[in-house]
């Protein structure tokens, strides 16, 4: 099994990407997330500076009409791509692809239903006792997956009036912050946000769920763990999906909030090309158990418009699922969902037994 890279090994990989292809960028600025924001590629051009691509790389980047939603990709990010093959799994899951324009039976500019059980503003409610929160309709980089496309770089909404209806709605206990990406936002502005959630008596459990630690570790400064550390009771769901995201910022990233008293779990949609193989979950969720983080939900791909091409199959997932019970420590084996089309909810899928 692939482990993570051995700390040297990563630095300097790190060091000659960034005076390749950042030649201007210091250490320092390198380590800046703010930094890392600003200098994220957004077009064709920008990408193809610094990475080699495929052919069908170069004709989905060249026909940015077509793309589902915008293309942002940090440098950290892409010193990630960097190191592996045009076409490899992190390429897919962040570079368009022409195939984004189709739009598969059944599929859906809003699949879970969020329109229709908006609450208020940036407010989703589909059951009864929690809710979802988007706080920022911006994220780090953009998945190419996303189920929330459709909004993906847009200004977020106001959330006064969503903080008013929780305040009037004692039934919710349990508010997961979401977006876009909560930590994209500024330390005033979450521990604003966090002050607003915590001071509600019925919101008993705050949780986040962020990419940060897989696409921009940096932002993960001290300050930002000790901000996290004074809204405890508060958990974080991650946003690994490949074992490559496992590098020593990552764990570094991750020490660093389960120094602060956080706890981690990880989200992970079955992507297929990307993980959809016994051997890179594996990685994955044993590579996430080192870094002490509970791998807890597998999600089918939702059925959002354009992304058949990402979508594996359940029956591949459950495979999976299987071969990896008993294989390895119950830890790493997370629950395999789906989430009904219209806000049904989630429904599990596995693991089980039979072959259905
Ligand atoms: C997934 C989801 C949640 C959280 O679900 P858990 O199963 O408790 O992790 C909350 N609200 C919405 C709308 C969701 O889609």
Redesign the pocket.
């Known amino acids: 099994m692939k482990s993570v890279p051995t700390q040297a090994d990563f630095a300097r990989r790190e060091r000659e990407f960034r005076h390749r292809a950042f030649p201007a960028a210091t250490a320092a600025d390198w380590e800046d997330w703010r930094w890392q924001l600003r200098h994220r590629a957004r077009t064709a051009t920008a990408v193809a500076r610094v990475l080699a691509l495929s052919p069908r790389e170069r004709r989905a980047l060249a026909a940015p009409d077509a793309w589902r939603m915008p293309l942002a990709i940090p440098p950290y990010l892409l010193g990630l791509l960097a190191a592996e093959a045009p076409d490899g799994p992190l390429h897919r899951t962040l570079l368009p692809d022409r195939r984004e324009a189709r739009i598969a039976p059944g599929e859906l500019r809003d699949p879970?239903g969020?329109e229709a059980?908006q609450v208020a503003p940036g407010l989703?409610?589909?059951?009864p006792h929690?809710?979802?929160l988007l706080a920022t309709a911006d994220c780090a980089s953009f998945c190419r997956y996303c189920t929330r496309a459709r909004t993906a770089g847009r200004a977020g909404a106001d959330l006064a009036a969503a903080l008013a209806w929780l305040r009037a709605h004692p039934e919710i206990r349990?508010v997961?912050v979401s977006g876009g990406d909560p930590l994209t936002l500024g330390d005033a502005h979450l521990e604003r946000l966090l002050r607003a959630l915590r001071d509600i008596p019925h919101v008993e459990l705050i949780?986040i769920g962020t990419k940060i630690p897989a696409a921009l570790p940096q932002r993960v400064t001290p300050a930002l763990a000790k901000l996290l550390k004074k809204f405890r009771p508060l958990w974080l769901?991650l946003h690994f999906t490949h074992p490559a995201e496992l590098t020593p910022r990552a764990a570094a990233a991750c020490g660093r909030l389960l120094d602060a008293g956080i706890p981690l779990m990880n989200q992970t949609v079955l992507l297929r090309g990307v993980n959809d193989d016994l051997d890179t979950m594996l990685a994955l969720n044993e590579g996430l158990l080192r870094l002490g983080v509970k791998p807890?939900?597998l999600h089918h791909g939702d059925l959002a418009a354009g992304t058949a091409h990402l979508r594996s199959t359940v029956a591949r997932g459950r495979a999976i699922l299987r071969a990896m019970c008993g294989r390895t420590t119950g830890y790493a084996v997370p629950h395999f969902?789906f989430?009904r089309p219209g806000?049904g909810?989630?429904v599990p899928l596995g693991p089980a037994w039979t072959s259905s």
Request: cysteine-free; aromatic content about 14%; hydrophobic content about 30%.
């Open positions: 879970l969020e059980h989703i409610r589909s059951y929690k809710a979802l349990d997961l949780r769901s807890y939900y969902m989430d806000g909810g989630k």
